[in-house]
């Protein structure tokens, strides 16, 4: 059974930093492309930022360039989004999700995790 388990969400004042992780099991996450996506209270899921299998490309959302960062672990089967200089806009849920290809449809993600909230205070 695939699981993928986001942690490292809270409360952070403007401009402050998070690092949210993303545990997996059930597969291994060195074979897939990890997409981070976030929803806010009456938006749509928007993409974050996206890392491809082999961590040689990465995509970013138009709202995040140059202030979030994607990565993964392979050894620890672990993905991450490292979040600096945040934003009030960024406040939403943040989900991870995994998928053989790096896309930035929501559509193309075959697993997901629950999701963390992230709360970014003025």
């Known amino acids: 059974q695939v699981q993928l388990v986001e942690s490292g969400g809270g409360l952070v004042q403007v401009g402050g930093s998070l690092t949210l992780s993303c545990s997996a099991s059930?597969?291994?996450?060195?074979?897939?492309?990890v997409g981070w996506f976030r929803q806010a209270p009456g938006a749509e899921r928007e993409f974050v930022q996206g890392i491809n299998w082999d961590g040689t490309a990465t995509y970013d959302g138009k709202s995040v360039k140059g202030r979030f960062t994607v990565s993964k672990d392979n050894a620890k089967n672990t993905g991450y989004l490292q979040m600096n200089n945040l934003k009030p806009e960024d406040t939403a849920i943040y989900y991870c999700?995994?998928?053989?290809?790096?896309?930035?449809?929501?559509?193309?993600?075959?697993?997901w995790g629950q999701g963390v909230q992230v709360t970014v205070s003025s």
């Open positions: 059930g597969l291994t996450i060195s074979n897939y492309a």
């Open positions: 999700a995994a998928s053989e290809y790096l896309d930035m449809s929501p559509h193309v993600y075959e697993y």
